[in-house]
């Protein structure tokens, strides 16, 4: 019985930290997010709140316990949608151009006046040309010619782009696919950039 | 005063230099070297910001009867007593009795502006940060007057009340909190060493040694967009970037990631108003 409670405790209790912080409740970051955005749109509501990979991710530092990563995983991957035709690859010079569009999805950007970019220089490395490229993520220089052009690769990009966390539970990438900020179209386009043998990635 | 005129030459002159070039990343490299020509020239003269335009704007409007009650701020508590304007920034944010809240420095004068002046909040919220190019709106001139009274000083908020700690756990729990259709939280591209998006610098705001270098650099002249952006209009402009919708002024959000910060900065050396790209 002891050991029972104790252990309905351990569940309940917040998190204690070192140096002591109040917990928040779940519930007042929820309302005092939905107090500091006041009014969006209805189609906005949805990106005050975080769905459950997101509150997960967040909860533990994106640093998710196994069986959590195993779980967020599984999930993320069911997200997926694969092209019609099971063609993986597009046009790369299209790809190049979505790499290097941050456009899309602010408040600023509506009506929509282009289609959304995919903003990959923000946070990769990609071609020898571009040189004003970011560092949250590894650098993709050569990234089709390093895979030595597989097959297995070309899907596996996609899914990445489509949906990290399907690989990498917690990745700090976005959904691209999933979260339908680009179509499956525009996945292929930047699948192509990394992964066709002409793409300026991979000479 | 001397330096408002040096000051309003060099706007002018930086302006030209930089039309246009605030968000083609190619052109980072141009705006750097400006930025650095520019930094040479504020060690020269300290007083060639053009932010102390706004300061001296601020200064203005903070001593000027005005709104439906025609009522100066000099009545306005910061939290050293009504109209103790030297070093109050340096205690901010704090919990304040009368409103029973935490407030960071733009809350605060919002409250005043409302609750001694009787200008409508609505009003004051509704376009509360100005467009590139544009001057900062009244509030954020008389905020960057407000801090460039503790200019030099150390951030000694204690943020040890209740509330005050409260406030700081929930900028803590947001600073984590990912959300929006790009899934950034603000540690998406803040929590980690030496990294940049394109080619500008991401400081690492949950670390002290990181966030005393530029938390008290704020409110700023930002040379990108040629206007003086306080603290409230970062933290406004990196929710855009996330994708989520207008930062309200004045809201619990704000002045918690703002008691976050300064918690974290604790200790560092306030440069207001600053020079930021």
Redesign the interface.
């Known amino acids: 019985m002891r050991a029972i409670a104790a252990l309905a405790f351990a569940l309940v209790a917040a998190p204690a930290t070192a140096q002591d912080?109040?917990?928040?409740p779940a519930e007042?970051?929820e309302a005092?997010?939905k107090?500091?955005?006041?009014n969006?749109a209805p189609e906005?509501q949805a990106?005050?709140?975080?769905d459950e990979t997101?509150k997960a991710?967040?909860a533990h530092?994106?640093a998710p316990p196994p069986a959590l990563a195993e779980a967020i995983q599984a999930r993320e991957r069911a997200k997926i949608e694969y092209p019609a035709d099971g063609q993986f690859m597009g046009d790369w010079r299209r790809g190049e151009r979505l790499a290097?569009s941050g456009y899309g999805?602010?408040?600023?950007d509506y009506p929509p006046r282009n289609p959304n970019g995919g903003n990959c220089?923000?946070?990769h490395q990609l071609t020898k040309q571009e040189l004003?490229?970011?560092?949250?993520g590894p650098s993709l220089l050569g990234y089709g010619r390093i895979k030595e052009f597989s097959p297995e690769a070309v899907k596996a990009a996609y899914e990445k782009i489509a949906n990290p966390h399907a690989t990498l539970p917690c990745s700090?990438m976005?959904?691209f696919g999933s979260?339908?900020?680009l179509t499956i179209e525009q996945v292929k386009d930047l699948v192509a950039l990394l992964m066709d043998k002409d793409s300026p990635v991979n000479n | 005063m001397k330096g408002s005129h040096l000051a309003a030459a060099l706007a002018g002159a930086l302006s030209f230099l930089l039309t246009g070039l605030s968000f083609a990343?190619?052109q980072?490299?141009d705006t750097e070297r400006a930025i650095e020509r520019y930094r040479q020239m504020l060690k020269e003269d300290p007083w060639s910001n053009p932010a102390l335009l706004d300061a001296d704007r601020g200064e203005t409007l903070w001593t000027t009867p005005r709104g439906p009650k025609n009522v100066s701020l000099e009545g306005c508590d910061l939290g050293k007593g009504p109209g103790v304007v030297e070093g109050a920034f340096a205690e901010l944010p704090r919990y304040f009795a009368d409103a029973d809240k935490v407030m960071d420095l733009e809350t605060r004068l919002l409250w005043c502006m409302e609750s001694l002046q009787g200008f409508n909040r609505a009003d004051l919220v509704k376009r509360p940060h100005p467009a590139g190019g544009q001057p900062v709106k009244e509030l954020g001139a008389i905020a960057t007057y407000i801090a460039s009274k503790s200019n030099g000083m150390t951030f000694a908020a204690k943020l040890d009340q209740?509330k005050e700690?409260?406030a700081?756990?929930?900028g803590?729990?947001?600073f984590?909190?990912?959300?929006?259709?790009?899934?950034?939280?603000c540690?998406?591209?803040h929590a980690?060493e030496?990294?940049?998006?394109?080619?500008?610098a991401?400081p690492q705001l949950s670390k002290p040694e990181e966030a005393r270098k530029v938390v008290g650099e704020w409110p700023a002249y930002r040379v990108s967009s040629t206007h003086v952006m306080t603290m409230q209009h970062r933290l406004y402009d990196c929710f855009?970037?996330m994708?989520?919708?207008?930062?309200?002024l004045g809201?619990?959000?704000?002045v918690?990631l703002i008691a976050y910060l300064v918690k974290t900065a604790q200790g560092g050396e306030i440069a207001a108003p600053g020079l930021k790209r």
Not at chain 1, 47 to 50: N, Q, V
């Open positions: 912080k109040p917990a928040v007042k970051v005092a997010v107090a500091a955005f006041p969006p906005w990106r005050l709140h975080p997101m991710c967040s530092d994106n290097q999805m602010r408040f600023t220089y923000a946070c004003s490229y970011g560092t949250i700090l976005p959904r979260n339908k900020i | 990343p190619a980072d490299m209740p700690r409260e700081v756990a929930l803590e729990a947001l984590a909190r990912r959300s929006g259709p790009f899934d950034f939280a540690a998406t591209c980690e030496g990294r940049r998006i394109r080619l500008q991401l855009w970037q994708r989520m919708p207008e930062l309200e809201s619990d959000v704000s918690a």
